[in-house]
């Protein structure tokens, strides 16, 4: 059975700096596309970025510049370094990930991705 799972997330202050990570277990393929997206109380789940195994990154303009993705390819894990938190950040961030490769301009489609962990609450305080 196929199974993402997220850490990293808790209460921060505004300003402050978190780092996410997801792993994937229980497949012996690897992901090609791995991404990660948040929803906040009453929003719809809204895309944060995207790293495929070639290298290739993709940001949604709102963390650009503040967030940074990476992964280990080994290890079939992605991580999320996320700077200078805003309380608007404030949501349930959710991995995400395809083996199959997802084109560019589909990168922030969550109908795309076919495996999903279970979430990791971040709260940013004011």
């Known amino acids: 059975q196929v199974q993402l799972v997220e850490s990293g997330g808790e209460l921060v202050r505004a300003g402050g700096s978190l780092r996410l990570s997801c792993s994937g277990s229980?497949?012996?393929?690897?992901?090609?596309?791995m991404g990660w997206f948040r929803q906040a109380p009453g929003n719809e789940r809204e895309f944060v970025a995207a790293?495929?195994?070639?290298?290739?990154?993709y940001y949604a303009d709102s963390v650009k510049g503040r967030f940074t993705i990476s992964r280990d390819n080994a290890e079939n894990t992605i991580y999320l370094q996320m700077n200078n938190l805003k309380p608007e950040d404030t949501a349930v961030y959710y991995c995400?990930?395809?083996?199959?490769?997802?084109?560019?301009?589909?990168?922030?489609?969550?109908?795309?991705?076919?495996?999903w962990g279970q979430g990791t609450q971040v709260t940013v305080s004011s």
């Open positions: 229980g497949r012996t393929s690897r992901y090609d596309t």
């Open positions: 790293i495929r195994r070639s290298g290739g990154i």
């Open positions: 995400a990930a395809n083996i199959n490769r997802i084109i560019t301009s589909a990168v922030g489609n969550q109908r795309m991705y076919s495996d």
